[in-house]
């Protein structure tokens, strides 16, 4: 048990679909990271919150909204995704994103398939 | 650009050492993650060098020298449970940003 977790675990979705993806995180942390992982891709950062504001957009797609109501949840809306968007979609969260690299505590991630 | 490089699978036995490799050239560099990802589940921590050296802790250890651009996770005593893939990710200058390498699909054989 990480501390974070994250709902869905799998979701199947067609291209003209609008999902939402959900984090919140159990461990009193200020800073929540949204990853992509793909198949024999590096982990890639798409977007960090710190304090509930946006410090890091990833030059990510406009179908990739994320939202942040609290340093506890964490969320990823889905609109218009592509084929090549399924993926293993991860949240992390660390202590204060105050600008000082910290270990990331990953949640167990939502596996997204876009038909 | 931004490049980390570490080989893609690797085969060892129970019992025996395994040492998996990471190079990198980044713009910036702070620091160096390890991470283990077992198949299906949520990347773990390892371990973070900031400074050149060697850090054990029980049966992983992990080196970093800044000069060479260079990593490596030392694993002892292999057991079958430590069969994952394990993440070389680099953190540049002060601010959060992570570059995860794809990873090293380690096999551990009986």
């Known amino acids: 048990e990480t501390g974070v977790t994250q709902t869905p675990r799998h979701l199947v979705m067609g291209m003209t679909n609008k999902k939402s993806l959900k984090c919140e995180q159990h461990?009193?942390?200020?800073?929540m990271y949204w990853y992509k992982q793909s198949a024999k891709k590096p982990l890639e950062l798409m977007f960090v919150y710190s304090l509930e504001e946006r410090v890091e957009n990833n030059s990510v797609p406009s179908r990739f909204s994320p939202e942040c109501p609290n340093s506890s949840h964490l969320f990823l809306h889905l609109h218009t995704l592509q084929p090549e968007d399924s993926a293993l979609y991860l949240c992390a969260s660390s202590p204060s994103g105050q600008g000082v690299p910290e270990t990331q505590y990953f949640g167990p991630g939502t596996r997204l398939l876009v038909l | 650009g931004q490049n980390i490089d570490q080989p893609t699978e690797m085969t060892a036995t129970e019992g025996a050492i395994v040492q998996i490799n990471c190079t990198y050239q980044t713009s910036g560099f702070n620091g160096l993650f390890w991470y283990q990802q077992h198949a299906g589940e949520a990347p773990t921590f390892l371990s973070y060098?900031?400074?050149?050296g060697l850090e054990e802790k029980g049966r992983f250890s992990s080196f970093l020298s800044r000069s060479k651009g260079y990593s490596y996770l030392l694993l002892k005593e292999l057991q079958m449970k430590d069969s994952a893939s394990y993440l070389c990710?680099?953190?540049?200058?002060?601010?959060?940003?992570?570059?995860f390498g794809k990873g090293t699909r380690l096999h551990i054989l009986p």
């Open positions: 461990l009193g942390h200020n800073a």
């Open positions: 060098n900031v400074l050149d």
């Open positions: 990710a680099v953190t540049m200058n002060r601010d959060d940003k992570i570059i």
